[in-house]
């Protein structure tokens, strides 16, 4: 059994050919997306979170209203760009977020990915200090965000406060219980990944990593994963942690189907990240329901995660995104043992 669940980058373009054209309904298809999903009984919506980009880009008021016209389905993102982030400002607001979903937010977070314009973090009033990369800034910024979640009290109280205030130090508030252990790192590489595992975050593993083997992605990813739980177990966290991984996987059912992914590229891509990085990019799934199922059963990424995130096609619309699904639940996810 796995958890399933759809991973939307809400793009839109004023174009004629999209079913999306501007940001409006970007945010609003996102949330009908949701609701369609959880109808089909999948168990998570999630989104990627772009700046300067005709993506979606401000998580808290769509997870939010999501939650409002949904009850059973996990809301997340995957991956909110710690460098952008104030992360008391950001605690409040995922607090809130995940207390009107009634605790269903899974927050993926992550030093970020390459950008639309320069060190764009800059334009948001954040710069590494002396001696720091961004990357240090943004894993700076998530243990400051993980601390203020746990709910200790950090703030000296006024001594004459507009209201009156509880014993001790003040915490942020809302306050939401769980929430901080309902947070994934999105790491890129083993390092990063044993990094969140001491942290005691989740592990968030996309189609893209630092490749450090020139092994196949699917198993770089899942020795990736592997070390993870072994620096988890090492750390002495109690509970058990959540893995997910994501990927592109289309059953082919229809014509529609095959005149959009018939003819996609079934191999890994290696490409270079700021020039200098070579990364991995792990291949994506179109293939007739027998065939995929048989593709899928040797993916060792997806073996060893609990999570699935269906990459979908967003512009593509609700109606066709949700067949999409609907075909991997019913003709692949009991194939492979998701079901």
């Known amino acids: ?19 999306v054209r ?7 298809q996102s ?3 949701a609701v369609a999903a959880e109808q089909l009984g999948l168990d998570g919506a999630y989104f990627r979170v772009h700046h300067f980009a005709r993506q979606l880009g401000s998580p808290f008021p769509l997870l939010a209203a999501s939650a409002a016209r949904t009850s059973k ?11 952008y982030e104030n992360p008391l400002y950001m605690a409040e607001d995922a607090s809130a977020a995940d207390l009107i979903s009634r605790g269903r937010l899974q927050l993926g977070i992550s030093r970020g990915s390459p950008e639309q314009v320069i060190d764009g973090f800059r334009h948001f009033g954040y710069v590494p200090a002396e001696g720091m990369t961004d990357a240090d800034m943004a894993r700076g910024h998530t243990e400051v965000f993980l601390q203020v979640l746990s709910g200790q009290g950090f703030a000296k109280p006024n001594p004459s406060p507009m209201f009156p205030n509880p014993p001790g ?6 306050y939401s219980e769980g929430l901080r252990e309902r947070i994934w790192w999105g790491a890129g590489t083993n390092a990063t990944a044993q990094w969140a595992a001491k942290l005691g975050m ?19 990813q899942a020795e990736q994963i592997r070390l993870y739980k072994e620096a988890w177990k090492e750390a002495g966290h109690t509970r058990t942690p959540r893995v997910s991984v994501s ?12 005149m959009y992914f018939g003819g996609g590229d079934d191999k890994d891509q290696v490409g270079y990240l700021g020039g200098t990085e070579r990364a991995i990019f792990g291949r994506g799934y179109a293939a007739e329901p027998d065939v995929l199922i048989e593709q899928l059963k040797k993916d060792e990424g997806i ?13 593509l619309g609700v109606d066709y995104n949700a067949h999409v699904i609907e075909a991997i639940l019913k003709h692949v996810a009991p194939g492979v043992g998701w079901r």
């Not at 389905?73 to 460098?83: N, P, Q, W, Y």
């Not at 059953?251 to 095959?258: E, G, Q, S, W």
């Open 303 to 315: 073996a060893e995660a609990d999570t699935l995130l269906l990459t979908v096609p967003n512009q």
């Open 247 to 258: 990927r592109s996987i289309f059953a082919l059912v229809d014509d529609r189907d095959r």
């Open 31 to 33: 949330i009908e997306l």
């Open 169 to 174: 130090l003040l915490r942020l508030e809302p």
């Open 73 to 83: 389905i996990e809301l997340g993102t995957a991956v909110i760009d710690m460098r």
């Open 1 to 19: 059994m796995k958890k399933l669940g759809f991973l939307s980058f809400g793009h839109w373009t004023p174009s004629s050919q999209s079913q």
């Open 22 to 28: 501007s940001a409006s309904d970007a945010l609003l």
């Open 202 to 220: 989740n592990l968030q593993s996309s189609t893209l990593k630092i490749d450090e083997s020139g092994k196949p992605f699917h198993v770089q």
